[in-house]
């Protein structure tokens, strides 16, 4: 007699693996959001250091920009000739900048608007000074 599975027990084991894969789908999915927003929230964090950086560097001013746009590939202080961030980072997974906003030079806002993971859809940081 010969020794072989039938056609339901390889049905049964094909569903099952069909499951685990489907839940190990959705948790790799989850995880890549988590880590793109943690790659942002750096970014902008970073951002924001250098732009305090360009702050005390560049004459107490910050740069400005007359609506809200996004940074350009460097920040450098023309006054002092000096790159402060020679590549500003960029959204990790639409490529494009962060929105920048400052109108009079005294203060700044940084914005990403791509948090996919969280409730917040919106992450944004402020000038310290």
């Known amino acids: 007699m010969k020794k072989s599975f039938t ?6 084991v094909l569903g ?17 959001k988590k880590s793109r ?22 004459h107490y001013v910050y740069p400005t920009s ?3 746009e996004s940074l350009d590939d460097s920040i450098t ?6 790159v402060i961030i020679p590549v500003v980072p960029k959204d990790p997974k639409t490529g494009e900048s962060y ?3 400052s109108d009079d030079g ?5 914005c ?3 948090i996919e993971s969280d409730a917040v859809t919106r992450f944004c940081v402020q000038n310290q000074q």
Do not use: P
């Open 7 to 12: 056609l339901l027990e390889m049905l049964i």
């Open 16 to 32: 099952i693996i069909a499951t685990i894969l489907s839940v190990l789908a959705v948790s790799f999915t989850t995880t890549q």
């Open 37 to 58: 927003d943690a790659k942002r929230r750096g970014d902008i964090k970073a951002l924001q250091n250098g732009l305090e950086q360009y702050y005390s560097v560049c």
């Open 66 to 68: 007359t609506s809200e």
């Open 77 to 82: 202080c023309e006054a002092e000739d000096a």
């Open 99 to 101: 929105t920048y906003s």
């Open 106 to 110: 005294a203060t700044f806002s940084l």
């Open 112 to 114: 990403t608007d791509s």
